[in-house]
């Protein structure tokens, strides 16, 4: 970690530092004294020649004696580094430290990253490679954080009919809810509802079969509790009741309530904080007997690798998420037994096209890209899911 002097001064940064909120005379170098006046942000260089794999533990103790639990991590990244490289360095940060934005000086002044899009800063003469700029994983997944995130796209993830991508959308919520076999479940519970379509899919599943449901949904974000109730409205589920909370504190069930007969949780735990509080309360949802479906996305898939290994900047859910067998031993460490799992959401290129179809062809490959979907999901369902890496998400079921 060590050389590049001139990169690993704070002042070279100055806009940076202003742009994060960090102030220069807290940010530490791995040769500064201890700061006056408290621990701010850590500064630490990669070298043009080190291994950011082999580097890594350095920085990374670097950044633990010396950034406050809410400062930054910044890893000056010298020369002109590859995307590849700049992912490798950001693997090497995980699960510690999440890197958020990149930093390119440039002739019109600093390039600034994330995943937003990407804007000039004002330019420093002194700057020189790629700034990493990393918050800790705990920060980023922080309740207020995830509130925040999902209120503001909450309409996002309900989707607008008639929309690309919206059949595939909502095709995607049934391949979950419809997991749950041929059910009449009476109490269900959507853990981690989004705009509630899972749940409201296997609501109007019983109820064809005769069922006679009420629907439990919560989610952390108040407004996608909203729509969900007023999507559960609209499709028709009369008893649909919402709260707010998050899966490692379920506000369902409630002292004195008693559990479900069929929980859903798809594409939630990907942004769980903590995996064990999540999945425990998780656990407590399901009526002994019960059922349990729960689906995510899958880390393993052959677009998500390539992602991993090409692009630097990616959600904190692709880095957070975790594959089925990790998934499933949890699950039956707590007494739930394995059913059945499948793929469900086609890999490398179906969301390229999908993104193409949406952006340029208004939509005129959907309903092909669906069909071919949807059989390969069926098969997959065949098959036991024996080809999951060739899907980016992956669905089970369990009873206990
Ligand atoms: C990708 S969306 C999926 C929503 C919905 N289940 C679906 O399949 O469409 C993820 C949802 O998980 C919620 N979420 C994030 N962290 C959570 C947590 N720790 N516990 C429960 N829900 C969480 C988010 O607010 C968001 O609505």
Sequence with gaps: MSGAP????????????????ARSDRVRTPTDPPTSGGAGSALAALPESADPAAAAAAILDHAARSAAPDGWLLVVVTGSPSDARLAALRDALWPEWHVSALYTPTPGGIERRSLDGSRTLRSSADARGVLVAARRREIVLAPDATVAKFDKNAAGWNGVPGRPGYGHFRWMRRFVADMAGEHRARRILDFGCGAGWVGIEAALSSRSRGGSPELAAFDPSPEMVRITEENARSAGVERCTGRTGFGEDPPFPAAGEAAFDLVLSSGVVSFARDRKRWFDGLDRGVAPGGTLVIGDIHPGSKGMMRRRREKPLLPIREM??????????????????????????????????????????????GPVLLAWNRRAAASSLARDGADQDRFDSWVMRFVR
Excluded at 6 to 21: D, F, M
Excluded at 332 to 358: I, K, M
């Design 6 to 21: 001139g990169e690993l001064a704070a002042s070279a940064w100055a806009p940076v530092l202003e742009e994060l909120g």
């Design 320 to 365: 957070n998420g975790m594959r089925r067998e990790e998934a499933r031993a949890e699950l039956e460490r707590r007494g739930f037994r394995f059913q059945a799992w499948s793929g469900y959401q086609l890999s490398d290129p179906v969301p390229q096209w999908n993104h193409l179809d949406a952006t340029r062809l208004r939509g005129l490959l």
